[in-house]
């Protein structure tokens, strides 16, 4: 009627680098049904070369497995959040080989360090440790999720979440 218009929402583009150095794998290779038919979400995972998990952006933690801590779920400014899942049934060890640097809550800066985990430890305790980073389905801001080579390293991916 006074000629305005509803002002749309500028979609929000988020690149996440990969949070632990090391070399890609399709998620579809994890060693567990859940991730490799991506019934939790879209995503990559890393055969790790280091024992440190690295915030991939500025944000929060959203929440940290307190007691294994094998798992970190982060949440970007955007409101995306995506699930680092280090190893499978590593929840197992109940914390050992792993060590927080961070707590549920904690506001994070791009680069810090997060988790570290002894890769030998875990592997001779019988258990892989490919590490899915995922983006968890069901999250409202989450449009599309995608998966592309870097920039600088094209032997590495990022995950390209519109919000």
Known sequence: MFGWKKKQAVPVVVEIPSPVPGTLVALE??????????????????????????????????????????????????????????GMNTVSLKGEGFTAHVKTGDVITRGQLLLEFDIALIEQAGYPVITPVIVPNGQVCVKQVEVAASQSDPAQAVIIIQC
């Open 29 to 86: 290779q994890v060693p567990d049904d859940a991730f490799a038919a991506k019934m939790m979400g879209e995503g990559i995972a890393i055969q790790p070369t280091e024992g440190k998990v690295i915030a991939p952006f500025d944000g929060k933690v959203v929440h940290l497995m307190e007691k294994s801590k094998h798992a970190v779920m982060l949440e970007h400014e955007s409101g995306a959040q995506i699930l680092i899942h280090v």
